[in-house]
């Protein structure tokens, strides 16, 4: 059983201070990445989810691994040290992280809502048949959103086929939604374990 671990931490509440306090606990490298973003919020949530998977790998693992990312052929980030997968993602209220022992892919997005016409623009065939047989359009959209983006996440190929041409309806998915976010997990194969944690941005610093 692939064994996925997710960690996610709500940001709405990080100050200045605190952000300034958690860039002296991160390694240089990340450092000079998540400084080169103009705007606060991008640098908090750059500097949170690093902080964020470190605990979770540390935890739930046993391993840590402070030195730089390795890209693969696809520009996806892996360890460079562990033998880990991991795959981290933000909102617009939240980071979180998701480690497992197998390639995994990951997104959180805020509950905003979307219009109905987006359909059309992002649903495979069958994916649009199930939107049209769905109760709650929103929440449909949502979530598949999400998918969608864990599934690309997972593959390091994005969206070059376009958002049609990714179609979750044979893929591997956990995903727990709620009224101020959404995240999903695609996995290749076999049945998924899937732990999520809450952790205060507090517990990071």
Not at 129 to 153: D, G, H, P, Y
Request: hydrophobic letters at 35%.
């Amino acid at each position: 059983m692939n064994e996925i671990k997710i960690y996610y931490c709500m940001t709405e509440g990080i100050t200045q201070s605190d952000l300034e306090k958690a860039l002296t606990l991160i390694p240089d490298w990340r450092k000079d990445a998540v400084l080169k973003n103009k705007k606060t919020a991008d640098r908090i949530n750059g500097t949170y989810a690093y902080l964020l998977l470190q605990k979770l790998t540390e935890t739930e693992f046993g391993f840590t691994d402070s030195f730089p990312f390795i890209l693969g052929e696809k520009g996806k980030p892996y360890f460079s040290q562990i033998p880990l997968y991991f795959s981290i993602s933000h909102s617009k209220c939240a980071v979180g992280a998701a480690v497992s022992e197998l390639e995994i892919g990951f997104d959180i997005t805020d509950g905003r809502s979307v219009r109905n016409e987006l359909a059309a623009r992002i649903c495979s065939s069958d994916e649009l048949e199930a939107f049209n047989r769905s109760k709650n359009k929103q929440r449909f959209i949502r979530q598949l959103w999400c998918k969608k983006e864990s599934l690309v996440k997972r593959t390091g190929e994005g969206f070059s086929q376009g958002f049609i041409g990714i179609d979750t309806t044979k893929g591997l998915f956990s995903v727990y939604d709620t009224e101020k976010y959404c995240m999903a997990v695609n996995w290749e194969k076999g049945e998924g374990n899937i732990e999520i944690k809450e952790i205060d941005h507090s517990e990071l610093l």
